[in-house]
């Protein structure tokens, strides 16, 4: 088999796994399985600038929570305080992290829009801190192995790893309304066995 034919097979693979959510009444692993198969998230801060202070503010995050089929669960970010909602972070740690599958070919493939409640969605509720200097090897880790442009962003913005402590968890995958589960819930879920395919959090 040629190396290009060997490139289809995988990303085919990858297509039918992505289309391989876990079931409905699983809401933990559900949450894991989109935390780890979106790649940007959407942060809502309290603005710290006028003419908008102490309103809420949503920005464009690249997020990872583990190199590909390795996620964690713990949504990692590359900062710097130079950028406007990571000095709202500063003055108030508190923030909300929305993914949505629709950043993915699985709701494009079923005919989903992006609002209905089957292309699923989750918000993580907490606060951003800066991780130390163990963890900021993990989350290098993480987030260089899925955003390699990171690596050659200026060096003088003082880049810095952080991630969100997650104290709620709010997941929009099916009719009758959004459900929660609790960190620890969310963190001891099991990576989801796509049916013919290995054991991934895709």
């Given at each position: 088999?040629?190396?290009l034919g060997k490139w289809v097979i995988v990303f085919l693979l990858f297509l039918?796994?992505?289309r391989s959510i876990p079931p409905h009444d699983d809401v933990a692993a559900v949450a894991?399985?989109?935390a780890h198969n979106c790649d940007w998230a959407s942060m809502a801060t309290i603005?710290?600038?006028d003419p908008v202070k102490g309103q809420p503010f949503s920005n464009v995050f690249s997020v990872s929570d583990g190199p590909p089929g390795s996620g964690t669960g713990v949504p990692y970010m590359y900062l710097t305080r130079m950028e406007i909602s990571v000095q709202d972070l500063q003055a108030n740690p508190t923030a909300s992290l929305s993914m949505s599958l629709a950043q993915t070919e699985?709701?494009?493939s079923q005919g989903y829009d992006p609002q209905s409640p089957l292309c699923a969605h989750i918000i993580l509720s907490g606060s951003v801190v800066e991780v130390?200097?163990?963890e900021a090897l993990v989350a290098k880790q993480a987030l260089f192995s899925r955003h390699p442009e990171m690596m050659d962003w200026p060096p003088d913005h003082g880049w810095f790893f952080a991630k969100m402590n997650i104290t709620k968890v709010w997941v929009l995958d099916y009719f009758g309304g959004?459900?929660?589960c609790t960190p620890e819930e969310y963190f001891s879920a099991k990576p989801y066995k796509t049916p013919g395919l290995r054991t991934t959090w895709l």
């Open positions: 088999m040629t190396p039918c796994a992505a894991r399985f989109i603005s710290s600038h699985y709701c494009k130390n200097d163990t959004i459900k929660t």
